[in-house]
């Protein structure tokens, strides 16, 4: 009699377990997916490589953007599909500081604490055609005062005439994308694959 009084608590508190997580779970079915611009919404730091993976991982619990300082990260709603409740980062708007806060107090492998210069969050690109000291339209810098990373990431050409140069050191973490007073945002962040310069067919 005990052990069947025993197998119903089980049972009951299971059920209870299931029926508690079922809205969450339904939630990344009952919204459309809508295709995100990969410029403007970035994992935060320490996220797993592969998307679907970290989908599955990510619980949605929201500790990551609590912690955040700057306030940068934000999460899929209505738009996401089944990445609702994940965690971006929009650098045009806030970019990633790289305090390391987010991977601390993620509960999950979604994020995984990993060294400043080891991040991949992707890489810098600048559009020579539109950055101000590329085109000889004054002297800018922003980029370069005030990555994280120094000189190793992103500086100046060689002959220091302000014309930004990024290196293999960049972590992709969008503050130069933040700071840009150009209007067109000539610097991004995109797959190391793309490079460090924008390409123009002609």
């Not at 992103?154 to 140069?165: D, E, G, H, K």
Request: contains cysteine; neutral net charge; hydrophobic residues 35%.
């Amino acid at each position: 009699m005990q052990r069947r009084t025993f197998l119903q608590s089980v049972l009951y508190g299971f059920g209870i377990l299931a029926s508690a997580s079922l809205p969450y779970a339904m939630s990344r079915f009952m919204v459309s997916d809508a295709k995100a611009d990969p410029l403007t919404h970035l994992r935060p730091p320490g996220a797993l490589k592969d998307d679907d993976a970290f989908i599955n991982a990510c619980i949605g619990c929201g500790l990551c953007g609590e912690v955040c300082p700057p306030r940068c990260i934000k999460f899929y709603q209505h738009e996401g599909g089944d990445k609702v409740n994940t965690p971006y980062i929009n650098p045009e708007e806030k970019a990633c500081i790289l305090c390391n806060k987010c991977m601390e107090v993620c509960p999950t492998a979604s994020l995984q604490e990993t060294p400043v210069k080891e991040i991949d969050m992707g890489i810098s690109q600048i559009d020579r055609l539109a950055c101000y000291p590329w085109v000889d339209r004054g002297i800018c810098g922003a980029c370069v005062s005030i990555c994280p990373l120094g000189e190793r990431a992103i500086s100046f050409n060689m002959w220091n005439q302000y014309r930004p140069v990024v290196h293999d050191a960049c972590v992709g973490c969008g503050l130069c994308v933040e700071v840009c007073p150009h209007p067109s945002l000539p610097i991004r962040i995109v797959e190391r694959s793309q490079g460090t310069v924008m390409r123009h067919s002609i």
